[in-house]
């Protein structure tokens, strides 16, 4: 691929460099969800100077010119568990002594913790070393394991669950919500007092993700070519984690009732579960309309997503962000999604909205954005301006930064 040049522009250094432990219970590097979000804040702090360790699972591929430290004990290439499973309770057992370890080592002025299990160990660690906890929160622990389904609302269960939830909420010195959704789920349903309750959404790298027409014509000509992508047939783009949480089984029945010439062709970036969903499209008769590509890694999902000509959010989850919007936002893509709170924070205005879960009116949307080329050709450019503007890594830096120099110079303890 070719080197991109950044549009972010240039921000003053940084007063103050600090050295950061982050904590992230989950297989980091992978293409998707939080570990965009945890390599985005890594590298930018990085690049402005501070030192970061990532503490994480055994699992998960390095990333050029970011100290990781992986705990022992799971054999390499093996798949990491995604969201809420069993398995991730030996995960965290050996994170634990793994970070303690590392926390030694290193002698950091702060923890960021991403996942209730980071900020569970971050919390052992801080009062261990007396140095503020900072939690990246993306969503509710107990709403996760209702979504994937790990735990039953009728669980007897849940309750002390959430005690735990709202246990682990109170102990940060600061919590980073990726939406304004969050942070109001953080006052309201745990607890967490406002002045502890820093909003920072999710960013891209704008340089990375660009339009189309910005793209390499030969490479996506080679691309169309691969996935057999018809020139007559416009191409709508999903990139992200297939589950019935995700809106995958909503997707797929808006397609099937989606009667408009041509027919777009849709692709379908993402994992786990790919055989099922596969399965249940050709099960539906959309052999021939959709396309599964699988996991899509992280340096090639921008020429990917060039190839549409509208992107989809289906996500029915109203506990958890939704960061895939920023890379279809940059890619200027007219984005079609769910009604809810988070995509709106993200997309104002310009958002093309169906009711969650509703698959007619999620396929009468796509109609109608396919039906209006220039009307939606106008949208992306200005979704793409919006992310230029309000969402770069460089700025989320800045905004750390700043949290990071509060929580050490305030006397607010951490619960």
Known sequence: MATHLTVEPVINPPARRFRILMLAPTGFFADYGCHVRIRGHARALVARGHEVLIVTYPGGRDVPGLAITRAPGWPRGREMPVGSAWRKVALDALLAPTAWAAAYRFRPDLIHAYLHEGALIGAILSRRYRIPLLFDFQGSLTGEMLDHRFVSPRSPFLPALRRLERWIDLRPQAILPSSAHAAGLLAHDFGVPQKRIHPLLDSVDAGLFRPAADMDVLEKARLRTVLSLPPERPVVVYLGLLAAYQGTDTLLRAIKSLDIQPKPVFLIMGFPSVDHYQGMAEGLGLAADTRFTGAIPYEDAPVYLSLGDVAVAPKQSATEGSGKLLPYMATALPVVASDLPVHREYLGELGYYFPTGDAPAMAAAIAGVLADPKGCHERGR?????????????????????????????????G
């Open 382 to 414: 200005a979704l793409r301006a919006r992310v230029v503007a309000r969402f770069s890594w460089q700025h989320a830096a800045v905004l750390l930064e700043q949290t990071y120099q509060a929580c050490l110079d305030s006397t607010l303890p951490a």
